[in-house]
């Protein structure tokens, strides 16, 4: 979609002179924290693959969340994590594109 070109030995840009003036996108990286019962978490990493997000792989392993970490349920209303399930998470950092 996007393509970048490095600059020559000289230091010029080898953009084309209608282009420079363009302001061209960044690179920056977000970190997304999955919480909640190993099931959950699984369908969730398998739903942002359908959708073309993010690789199963590119995932960490799910962990034992810390101690204390709360969760929201559906309805918004906050739960403790020792609500009864244990709670666990899996990160992804990803970088997307700042136009």
Do not use: C
Request: charged share 20%; glycine share 6%.
């Amino acid at each position: 979609m996007f393509e970048y070109l490095e600059p020559d030995a000289s230091g010029a840009s080898n953009l084309p002179p209608s282009s420079r003036s363009t302001p061209q996108p960044r690179p920056e990286r977000v970190r997304h924290m999955l919480y909640g019962s190993l099931a959950a978490i699984d369908r969730t990493i398998k739903i942002l693959h359908a959708l073309g997000y993010a690789d199963p792989n590119d995932w960490s392993d799910p962990i034992p969340a810390p101690p204390g970490v709360e969760t929201r349920s559906s309805s918004g209303v906050e739960m403790p994590a020792s609500s009864g399930a244990e709670t666990w998470m899996a990160i992804l950092t990803k970088t997307v594109l700042i136009e």
